[in-house]
């Protein structure tokens, strides 16, 4: 169970999570050592699932947001579905949603030229794929890793 303090430091390491123990203590009252044992737990409870950097993916290539639906919604076809989608690197994100749809991908790739051929390697190749449908993304408006605490 997460009390205030876990929150409160969860907001910071959010932030930024390169600040010392000693730096993230000092805005939560608490002492170094108190600050680092909430972080292992943190950490190994899987609340914190890691500490990466965040990329601006604008100058990295293209991203698009891919729906898919299937013919048959069959919990092989899904598990499939998901497994070989979770495995393909340029799946930077996989939803499974309720709904016409039955899953929403965010793909990124170096040009629209690639994403095509990805489609039609990944996609267009697959059987049991009924349809999908691509949105190319213009501008990010919002776009956070932060979660409410």
Same mark, same amino acid.
């Given at each position: 169970?997460?009390?205030?303090?876990?929150?409160?430091?969860?907001?910071?390491?959010? *932030?930024?999570?390169?600040?010392?123990?000693? #730096?993230?203590?000092?805005?939560?009252?608490?002492? $170094? /050592?108190?600050? &680092?044992? =909430?972080?292992?737990?943190?950490?190994?409870?899987?609340?914190?699932?890691?500490?990466?950097?965040?990329?601006?993916?604008? *100058?990295?290539?293209?991203?698009?947001?891919? #729906?898919?639906?299937?013919?048959?919604?069959?919990? $092989? /076809?899904?598990? &499939?579905? =998901?497994?070989?989608?979770?495995?393909?690197?340029?799946?930077?994100?996989?939803?499974?949603?309720?709904?016409?749809?039955?899953?929403?991908?965010?793909?990124?790739?170096?040009?629209?030229?690639?994403?095509?051929?990805?489609? $039609?390697?990944?996609?267009?190749?697959?059987?049991?794929?009924?349809?999908?449908?691509?949105?190319?993304?213009?501008?990010?408006?919002?776009?956070?890793?932060?979660?409410?605490?």
């Amino acid at each position: 169970m997460l009390d205030a303090q876990d929150r409160a430091i969860l907001a910071i390491v959010q *932030r930024d999570n390169r600040l010392s123990n000693q #730096a993230i203590a000092e805005q939560v009252n608490l002492s $170094e /050592t108190a600050v &680092r044992r =909430r972080l292992t737990r943190l950490r190994s409870e899987g609340v914190i699932q890691s500490d990466v950097v965040v990329l601006d993916r604008s *100058r990295l290539g293209q991203t698009l947001i891919v #729906a898919v639906t299937f013919h048959d919604d069959t919990p $092989e /076809t899904y598990e &499939r579905f =998901r497994i070989v989608m979770a495995e393909d690197p340029q799946v930077t994100t996989l939803y499974s949603v309720a709904g016409e749809t039955d899953f929403i991908l965010h793909v990124h790739a170096p040009s629209l030229e690639a994403y095509e051929s990805w489609a $039609e390697a990944s996609l267009l190749s697959d059987p049991t794929v009924r349809r999908y449908e691509t949105t190319v993304v213009l501008s990010t408006i919002k776009f956070t890793t932060k979660v409410p605490v």
